[in-house]
């Protein structure tokens, strides 16, 4: 009887996990659910991106497209989250005059997100807006010009004045 260099016991374990292997490397296709997928304890499974709301996403497009570069001083947006370590904020904005002073919207993505900033000048005051691309309002600031910027803790009042900015800008973005 020969020496064989390669055992026979070798050969029908590949040959037995030869269709498991092929299996997995089927998985990727579109369709086929991984098997395996979940098995793994301690593993943490990406999350899945987020998505805009169609609203957001029409926002988030006409300001990249049409919108102006800008750098925003980082006093109010270092109060509602929003910091670059010190530096300007670089934004896509638009900015119009409406019946009771100037509307601004900014488009954000200082945390590798869309955001907006809303403001609005009042006089001597400028009422900023953080809200997410749902258009969810997350803070709110009060800046006077010659001052430092504070939360606004009246929550109707900034809910009033985040929905009459909003509307401002939804009254004048393209494909309502």
């Known amino acids: 009887m020969t020496q064989r260099s390669f055992p026979r016991r070798a050969?029908?374990?590949?040959?037995?996990?030869?269709?498991?292997?092929?299996?997995?490397?089927?998985?990727s296709v579109k369709g086929i659910k991984n098997p395996f997928q979940g098995m793994?304890?301690?593993?943490?499974?990406?999350?899945?991106?987020?998505?805009?709301?169609?609203?957001g996403?029409?926002?988030v497009r006409w300001l990249y497209r049409g919108g102006k570069d800008a750098q925003m001083a980082p006093e109010?947006?270092?109060v509602m989250g929003l910091e670059n370590g010190g530096r300007d904020i670089f934004v896509k904005q638009f900015g119009e005059d409406?019946?009771?002073?100037?509307?601004?919207?900014?488009?954000v993505n200082v945390r590798k997100i869309h955001e907006f900033v809303l403001h609005h000048s009042n006089g001597?005051?400028?009422?900023?807006?953080?809200?997410?691309?749902?258009?969810?309002?997350?803070?709110?600031?009060r800046y006077p010009r010659n001052g430092k910027p504070v939360f606004i803790t009246d929550t109707a009042f900034a809910e009033n004045d985040f929905q009459r900015q909003i509307t401002f800008w939804f009254d004048r973005m393209p494909g309502r």
Do not use: N
């Open 76 to 78: 109010a947006f270092a």
């Open 11 to 27: 050969l029908f374990g590949a040959a037995l996990l030869l269709p498991l292997g092929a299996s997995l490397g089927a998985c």
């Open 40 to 55: 793994t304890q301690g593993v943490a499974e990406p999350q899945k991106p987020f998505t805009l709301t169609e609203r």
């Open 57 to 59: 996403d029409r926002m």
């Open 124 to 141: 001597d005051v400028l009422i900023f807006h953080h809200c997410d691309t749902a258009f969810v309002r997350q803070t709110s600031v």
């Open 98 to 107: 409406g019946r009771d002073g100037r509307y601004v919207i900014s488009l």
